[in-house]
């Protein structure tokens, strides 16, 4: 922002240095009209940024909070031990549990991993090496937490190559590819796989009885709504011509309206008010493209 707005004012300053110099003033009537246009636009993205901003976080605690009762459930609701139950019933009810929690903090990587793949990789097919080294991160934690079958089943609709090596972009930077095939997310995986494990271990002697899957199978339900909802909040950005129209009616208007200004008001009408007006226009262009895509790795982004 700091940069614009500096311009502005070399702009501004030279605009009324001519002005004082050969004693001309345009007096433009639409340049109001062209500033409310521009207010209006700039409201409105700022709006909405906003509201998305606000639907993220209540994404982002709900997630927590129906994991949290699908690992209460799954670890609360087992049967609990008998006295005459041996040690390999004990062994197995330690393992439903295990099982289930293993799987609720496999959907909490996931769900971040998505989150970073989601626009960059599976809908423009490349990642730079910073997300490439987070996902290889994640990949290492999924791998202690999740059976190998079932890593296995990861690493196949994750969509990563490993065997391939980068390319280089024209500005020098490395660029992993990754398919954009249409191949079931590994989120989706992992929310079958819990479903699966629940009604695997219904009606066990060390599992659950059969009124618990509809707590479960609620919550799970619960837990793909969630997905699916911060999914289209990734993949679907500000249309990117509205941005270029915002931007550049900033620009119009900015330029027109220091040759507007009467240059007999001093500089501080001519210089610093310039300078204001953009400090304010292009603050609140860059505050909402900063929150309009809360998820992800940047400093603003929800954890």
């Known amino acids: 922002v700091i940069p ?110 998505h989150t970073r793949v989601a626009y960059e990789g599976y809908m423009r097919g490349k990642v730079d090496g910073e997300c490439k080294q987070q996902i290889d991160f994640d990949v290492i934690r999924l791998r202690g937490l999740l059976r190998k079958r079932d890593f296995d089943r990861i ?25 954009q095939d249409p191949l079931p997310r590994p989120t989706t995986f992992i929310i079958s796989a819990l479903r699966a494990e629940f009604l695997g271990l219904c009606g066990k002697p060390y599992g659950y009885m059969e009124r618990v899957l509809n707590l479960a199978d609620s919550r799970i339900a619960e837990l793909q709504r969630i997905y699916t909802e911060m999914s289209s909040h990734v993949s679907v950005p500000l249309p990117l011509p509205y941005c270029h129209l915002c931007r550049t009616l900033m620009l119009m208007f900015l330029l027109v309206y220091a040759t507007h200004i009467d240059p007999t008001l001093g500089s501080i009408a001519n210089i610093i008010i310039p300078m204001v007006i953009a400090l304010a226009m292009f603050g609140i262009d860059a505050i909402s493209s900063e929150i309009e895509d809360p998820f992800g790795d940047d400093p603003n982004d929800f954890e």
């Open 155 to 179: 690493q196949e609709v994750l969509g990563f190559d490993w065997n391939l090596d980068p390319v280089v972009s024209c500005d020098g930077e490395e660029l992993w590819s990754i398919t």
């Open 4 to 113: 614009y707005v500096l311009g502005v004012g070399v702009i501004s300053a030279l605009i009324f240095l001519t002005q004082i110099e050969f004693q001309w003033k345009l007096d433009i009537e639409g340049i109001h009209i062209l500033g409310t246009i521009v207010g209006f636009l700039l409201i409105f993205r700022s709006s909405n940024a906003f509201a998305t901003y606000c639907q993220s976080n209540r994404i982002i605690t709900s997630s927590s909070c129906v994991c949290a009762d699908i690992l209460t459930i799954g670890v609360c609701y087992c049967r609990g031990p008998r006295p005459e139950d041996g040690p390999e019933i004990h062994a197995k009810l330690r393992d439903a549990k295990t099982g289930i929690a293993r799987l609720v903090l496999a959907f909490c990587v996931l769900f971040k991993l």
